[in-house]
Nanobody, 116 residues
Framework: VQIVESGGGLVQPGGSLRLSCRVSGSIFSVFSTYVMGWYRQAPGKQRELLANITTGRTTSYIDSVKGRFTISRDNSNKKVYLQMNSLKPEDTAVYYC????????WGQGTQVTVSS
């Protein structure tokens, strides 16, 4: 099973990005049972879980991204998305996705830089 994140980039404060995560090597029926999450790791800081989505598509977020970020999933394509709006400089980090309850090998992540 391999995780590949994409969609990062350089964006100005207030801008938007949509991150994608694909979990290859996992069959649909197994992926659909995963509780998936998006994590981020800023320079000099620990990796943190910022959003997750259950098999029933219930979502939860940390306070600092609530109302700005939206996590979603496409089980048929084994993908998870993170729509990020109203981005702030403090959102700058490498973003990863993974199975929250049974972590898989981490992907390479995707860099998000918010700067004017």
């Amino acid at each position: 099973v391999q995780i590949v994140e994409s969609g990062g980039g350089l964006v100005q404060p207030g801008g938007s990005l949509r991150l994608s995560c694909r979990v290859s090597g996992s069959i649909f029926s197994v992926f659909s049972t995963y509780v998936m999450g998006w994590y981020r790791q800023a320079p000099g800081k620990q990796r943190e879980l910022l959003a997750n989505i259950t098999t029933g598509r219930t979502t939860s977020y940390i306070d600092s991204v609530k109302g700005r970020f939206t996590i979603s999933r496409d089980n048929s394509n084994k993908k998870v998305y993170l729509q990020m709006n109203s981005l702030k400089p403090e959102d700058t980090a490498v973003y990863y996705c993974n199975n929250v309850l049974r972590p898989l090998d981490w992907g390479q992540g995707t860099q998000v830089t918010v700067s004017s």
